[in-house]
């Protein structure tokens, strides 16, 4: 299926480029990491737009350090520099939004963990291995393997012929809440907020505003993840998360979801480079 001619002695040697640096791409790296793949580069866009930012390495474009499950992670300006950072353990993310690195990182694995629905710039032609994703792309055209991010029983599903399923729309059900969870901005504007990730909120409670309307909790319980205050944003945009169960430990790990993500693409490079 791929061409794996130049397959390294060592499946640590492997070069690993993640497009993204949101709570999925997270969830891989994290699993990833640990396994002995320390050969990972992430990309990300100058301004992200992550919810669940305290288990998004894309923190680094704000703070230039994120730590994630005692992983860490450091921003970087250029690919040229992250020998320095795999030496220390630690993941460089560089801001290269179309992920141009990759001519000179030359990856022999590429993951796109953008989940924006769509192929945003990726061919099998990118690396000897290409894993994809969610929905928008195309297994065998757009990548090797396709992963299915939906909720249910083929969550973490490896497709290698077609597309994972369409995009529902409906946020996965927590405690028997969906939509009622997600916090969305009234407007457009920029949002502000005093409140921090992992602060217990009350249904009716002002979590903060967006061009001087309020943005309300409909269910009590944590506060799970939250856009950065300050950020721009659009109507509608998904800008938190409230979690019913109340353990505020939650907000600091990575989901169920994540890592059965995350482990779907360990299997893809094992069923490529393992035999």
Known sequence: MTNIAARPSNLSELKILIRGAGEMATGCACRLHPSGFFRILMTEIEKPLAVRRSVSFCEVVYEKSWTVENIRAERV???E?????????????LVDPDALCKTSFQPDIVIDAILAKRNLGIS??????????????NAGRDAHFVIETNRGHDLGRLITEGYASPNTGVP????????????????EGV???ELSIG???????????VSDEPVTAQIGGILRGLIRPG???????????????????????????????????LEAMLRTYNT
């Open 199 to 209: 602060t217990p909120v009350t249904e009716g409670q002002a979590i903060g505003s």
């Open 81 to 93: 520099e992250v020998e320095g950072h795999w030496s220390r353990r630690v993941i460089p993310v």
């Open 231 to 265: 950020t721009s944003v659009t109507r509608n945009l998904k800008i938190g998360d409230i979690d019913p169960r109340g353990d505020a430990s939650y907000c600091f790990r990575v989901s169920e979801k994540a890592r059965a993500i995350a482990g779907a693409v």
């Open 124 to 137: 099998t032609s990118d690396a000897p291995l290409v894993v994809a994703l969610g929905p928008g792309f």
């Open 172 to 187: 996965g059900s927590i405690n028997g809440h969906s939509a009622l969870r997600v916090l969305r901005s009234p407007a």
């Open 77 to 79: 300006d250029r690919a």
């Open 191 to 193: 949002f502000l907020s």
